[in-house]
């Protein structure tokens, strides 16, 4: 062993921090790049205040994917249009590879339409950039990891629900991230270790709050 390398094996935190930041990241020149897209995705964002029921995602030639929970019923309140690659998506997740895989048999118009609640905006937007570089950012608060793992988990994206649970699992918790993962879907995966994290911390919190007024 050269001198000054790290045992076989051995891997600091930091060094695991660059190599989950490393991983995939080969796409990310690609994003909203005209050059290297061959659809584009309309991106109609609508009021929280809507009614939300299970639809399905129709590319412009009609055909249908189920999706979970998406508001519907209301003009979007804006629209965004992204570049994209259907390879990259389809490749990092299934809802895009069926939707794709559907549109892809016909001719026509090139564009794609997703319809996603007002805040699940921030969310849904880090998670396409993580399908092309396959990262997150270091500093995502918890709050917002919650977010894009719940916005992985509704469009399939496998990867990043892993990292996302690794993330919250791995940091400190704050009262609302906690609230949040009590909603977590039970399909997840680390969902169980991530509920029993969140209901720990709110006791604790609770009992902190009881030994403050009884004092």
Not at 24 to 46: P, T, Y
Not at 111 to 140: C, V, W
Request: hydrophobic fraction near 40%; proline fraction near 2%; aromatic fraction near 8%.
């Amino acid at each position: 062993m050269a001198k000054g390398d790290a045992p076989t094996g051995v891997v600091t935190e930091l060094g695991a921090e660059k190599a989950e930041a490393e991983v995939d990241a080969g796409f990310e020149f690609a994003f909203n790049n005209k050059a290297f897209s061959d659809r584009v995705l309309r991106i109609e964002v609508v009021g929280t205040s809507c009614k939300r029921r299970r639809y399905k995602a129709k590319d412009n030639e009609g055909e249908g994917i189920d999706s979970s929970c998406v508001v519907m019923g209301t003009p979007g309140l804006r629209v965004k249009t992204i570049h994209v690659s259907s390879v990259i998506l389809a490749a990092r997740s299934s809802f895009f590879f069926k939707l794709f895989s559907n549109g892809v048999k016909k001719s026509g118009q090139r564009q794609t339409k997703i319809r996603i609640a007002d805040s699940e905006e921030n969310a849904f937007m880090e998670l396409l950039k993580f399908m092309y570089n396959g990262r997150l950012t270091p500093t995502t608060e918890s709050t917002l990891l919650v977010d894009i793992l719940m916005a992985a988990d509704k469009f399939d994206v496998v990867s990043c629900i892993k990292l996302c649970s690794q993330r919250l699992i791995g940091q400190p918790m704050t009262l609302e991230s906690a609230v949040r993962c009590l909603d977590i879907p039970c399909s997840i995966s680390m969902a169980a270790d991530l509920s029993e994290a969140a209901k720990k911390f709110l006791s604790k919190r609770y009992e902190k709050f009881l030994s403050t007024k009884m004092n």
